[in-house]
């Protein structure tokens, strides 16, 4: 059970565009989902928390107009870089939870490649 | 503001043997959950073990298990019977018992099994 998905796996735009990344709990309900983002060698990074039906909450240093992120409903979670340039290429990891237990459920990440 | 060190950016363990890998935290919070999650190379963030705060007893989990000291504000992870498997990063996290649920990560251990 918590099971956590992420699509695409890894995706390679050009730098100008725009790209989605879902995160699914495929067997459980999430009232919290979060994003992060993580540079190789290192360690999580979290950009923002979202709540269901709610506005994400960004961290400091995250440019909200970049990343969108809409949760709009408990399943599902969206991450949108709008205007992508080549430093946003990163690892970006989506977790999700019940509130209850303290545990995030985290799915396998998304590689972003901008060109 | 919470805070996790992992002060050991590497270690490394013969297969079999035992090692133990360190993790500190600063909090002013009683109640709180500490978590360790291992990273293998496909990057998935996969639950090692979790600790209640209120919990004087150490969490085990197989051939994983904890040595929590609260007043010392210490979460070391023992890795026992050391397997190949067991190769990863290792990252220690923090998680406020209310609030946001969001996670507060250390730096990570990268742990090299040597067979």
């Known amino acids: 059970g918590a099971v956590v998905s992420q699509h695409p796996s890894w995706v390679i735009c050009k730098s100008g565009t725009s790209v989605k990344i879902e995160c699914r709990s495929l067997?459980?309900?999430?009232?919290?989902m979060f994003w992060y983002r993580q540079f190789p060698k290192q360690s999580l990074m979290l950009m923002a928390t979202?709540?269901?039906?709610?506005?994400?909450?960004?961290e400091q240093g995250v440019e909200k107009d970049k990343f969108l992120i809409n949760h709009a409903s408990l399943t599902l979670s969206t991450l949108t870089v709008t205007s992508a340039h080549p430093e946003d290429s990163s690892f970006y990891i989506c977790s999700a939870s019940t509130g209850q237990g303290g545990e995030q459920y985290f799915g396998p990440g998304t590689r972003l490649t901008v060109t | 503001a919470q805070t996790v060190t992992q002060s050991q950016p590497e270690m490394s363990v013969q297969e079999a043997e035992t090692v133990t890998l360190s993790c500190t935290y600063d909090?002013?919070?009683?109640?709180?959950?500490l978590f360790w999650y291992k990273q293998p190379p496909s990057r998935q963030m996969i639950l090692v073990i979790r600790?209640?705060?209120?919990?004087?007893q150490n969490a085990t989990e197989n051939r994983f298990s904890v040595n929590f000291q609260k007043a010392a504000k210490s979460f070391s992870l023992k890795i026992s019977d050391s397997q190949l498997g067991d190769a990863a990063m290792y990252f220690c996290?923090?998680?406020?018992?209310?609030?946001?649920?969001?996670?507060?990560f250390g730096t990570g251990t990268r742990l090299k099994v040597l067979a």
């Open positions: 067997d459980f309900q999430a009232t919290t």
């Open positions: 909090t002013s919070e009683s109640d709180y959950y």
């Open positions: 979202s709540n269901e039906g709610s506005k994400a909450t960004y």
């Open positions: 996290a923090y998680r406020s018992f209310s609030g946001t649920y969001k996670y507060i």
């Open positions: 600790q209640e705060a209120y919990k004087q």
